[in-house]
């Protein structure tokens, strides 16, 4: 794990103040300055910030069920609840992958797992967000070519990967791309009202029957389903 990684995983600060700790000489490895970002401290190194020695944290996979109401940040200028407010104190510093509004309830990943949570979000491993909409009248199954040819948002093609009727104002649709309230804004587009919103599945992890408001770890097959195949093997 890269420096500022492990210093922000054992909780010294964000990344970005971890960048300024280790751009301003203050953090050492083994009583030696290190200024190079890209570096990896190893099993058994002696990390420390200024005169204090940094522990690094067991790494920790967590899956909440968020309720509407709850945003997706650690702190909030407007005092409302967040999601960290749902899990122990005593947990270590954790950071969600990925967002969801706050009126969307559904799966969220909290980790300290900086490499993991790099796999679920980056553009290019096109991790599948599958989601359950109700909308504010009966869906119109005809219109589902549009939300799958895409339409303009934020300058990019919005797209659907599959959208497939529940029930007369319930929809499912799986996306594999992260652009803000884009779900909202699609149907928006089409002239429908997205009463609910919930995620009920990343990858191929599913939310399940966890009751809103609660968490709980990943099991060990759970987190090997979110791994890249190549480190599939190995685990």
């Known amino acids: 794990m890269r420096l500022n990684r492990f210093l922000a995983a054992a909780g010294v600060g964000s990344r970005r103040h971890c960048d300024q700790l280790i751009a301003d000489g203050r953090v050492t490895i083994n009583g030696h300055v290190c200024t190079d970002f890209?570096?990896?401290?190893?099993?058994?190194?002696?990390?420390?910030?200024g005169n204090k020695l940094v522990h690094s944290e067991r790494k920790l996979y967590v899956i909440l069920h968020k309720p509407a109401g709850f945003v997706s940040t650690r702190a909030d200028p407007n005092a409302r609840d967040t999601i960290f407010d749902l899990l122990p104190p005593k947990f270590p510093r954790l950071f969600n992958i990925g967002r969801l509004d706050a009126q969307t309830e559904g799966l969220l990943i909290l980790t300290n797992d900086g490499d993991?949570?790099?796999?679920?979000?980056?553009?290019?491993?096109?991790?599948?967000?599958?989601?359950e909409v109700t909308l504010d009248r009966p869906w119109e199954p005809a219109l589902a070519p549009k939300l799958l040819a895409g339409m303009m948002l934020d300058g990019e093609r919005a797209r659907m990967e599959k959208v497939q009727s529940i029930r007369m104002t319930r929809v499912r649709v799986v996306l594999r791309q992260g652009i803000n309230r884009q779900i909202r804004r699609m149907f928006y587009e089409l002239g429908y009202e997205v009463k609910k919103l919930v995620r009920v599945r990343v990858g191929h992890l599913r939310l399940g029957d966890l009751p809103r408001g609660h968490w709980r770890p990943l099991s060990k097959s759970e987190l090997k389903s979110l791994q890249p195949e190549s480190r599939r093997d190995r685990m």
């Not at 949570?117 to 980056?122: D, G, S, V, Y």
């Open 38 to 49: 890209s570096a990896q401290p190893a099993a058994g190194d002696h990390v420390k910030v």
């Open 116 to 131: 993991l949570a790099q796999r679920l979000t980056h553009p290019r491993y096109k991790v599948e967000k599958e989601y």
